[in-house]
Structure formats: structure tokens, C-alpha cells
Nanobody
């Protein structure tokens, strides 16, 4: 079955940058699956951070617009989240997600989640 594995250095000072990576195994998501990133801060609900629908449409949450960028390399089955100008409020567990079963290029409800990677901004 599909597995998503996130990676990326977890701690940074405010104003710094981090890049998260997410590799999909056992499945080639190509350009038909929407891919995305979510995050959950302590005591808060999980929020949608960014999505890329595979055919040129991206979405960003208001709190990260202009600072974060999602990208993908379909040949490597990898999606990235470049995070710049990080703030302490960006501290959260970040999750990679795939939206493959809801129709091509639809960023509806994720059907596969990564295990999460902690990002701490101090």
C-alpha cells in the first residue's frame, strides 16, 4: 500500500528556512494525485498548509502565503515544502498527504497520510 515518508531538519531560529520532503513508496502518484501538506500545532486542529493539484494549481493557507512554497517532482515521487521566514507560530507537526482516490487532480479529502515530522521554530 502507499506510504508517505516525510523528512527535514526539525529545528530552526525565527526568520530561518527549512525544506521538508515527502517521498511516496509503493505508488507512482504522477501528476494525477493532488499532494499536500498539513500541520497540527499543540492544542489546535490540523490545518491545511498547502496543496498542489498536479496540473498547475496550488493553494496556500493565509498564514503561510508568501513564505511557503509547495513543489513536486513526479519522476521522484516526491513533494516538497519550502518554508521561509519562519515564525514561532509555525511550530507544529507537519504531515504530508495524498489525494488520489477522489478523482484526478482533486484536492478534497486526503486518503493517505505520512507519519509527520516535527518543526520547531524558536
Amino acid at each position: 500500500h502507499v506510504q508517505l515518508v516525510e523528512s527535514g531538519v526539525g529545528s530552526v531560529q525565527a526568520g530561518g528556512s527549512l525544506r521538508l520532503s515527502c517521498v511516496a513508496s509503493e505508488y507512482h502518484f504522477g501528476n494525477s494525485c493532488c499532494m499536500g501538506w498539513f500541520r497540527r500545532a499543540p492544542g489546535k486542529e490540523r490545518d491545511r498548509v498547502a496543496t498542489d493539484n498536479g496540473v498547475g494549481t496550488t493553494y496556500y493557507g493565509d498564514s503561510v502565503k508568501g513564505r511557503f512554497a509547495i513543489s513536486r517532482d513526479n519522476a521522484k515521487n516526491t513533494v516538497y515544502l519550502q518554508m521561509n521566514s519562519l515564525k514561532p507560530e509555525d511550530t507544529a507537526m507537519y504531515y504530508c498527504a495524498a489525494f488520489c482516490s477522489g478523482g484526478s487532480n482533486v484536492c478534497g479529502k486526503p486518503d493517505t497520510w505520512g507519519q509527520g515530522t516535527q518543526v520547531t521554530v524558536s
